[in-house]
């Protein structure tokens, strides 16, 4: 879990969910990593709609590679 600060009134609380070397992307806000749907029972997605790709990377991201000395975060609130 890291701390990142956003700005001096906002800090949001994130999850590593990808390190170095990781192949990740996202489906109808279903997490994939390394070909693996993650279980994420802690995540809160209030909003029922699924947005394509075209209008928002929230609910559906094609596929990368997290880049040497790198890692990926996500916040638990992932509609907002």
Do not use: C, W
């Not at 906002?10 to 170095?20: P, Q, V």
């Not at 070397?21 to 993650?38: T, V």
């Not at 802690?42 to 094609?62: E, G, H, Q, T």
Request: no cysteine; charged share 35%.
């Amino acid at each position: 879990i890291v701390l990142v600060k956003l700005n001096e009134h906002t800090t949001f609380l994130a999850r590593i969910t990808a390190k170095e070397g990781d192949k990740i992307f996202i489906e109808n806000k279903k997490f994939n990593r390394n070909g693996n749907f993650l279980q994420e029972k802690y995540i809160m997605n209030n909003d029922k709609r699924v947005f394509s790709s075209r209008i928002s990377k929230r609910d559906n991201l094609a596929e990368i590679s997290i880049p040497e000395k790198s890692f990926f975060l996500m916040v638990d609130n992932r509609d907002r």
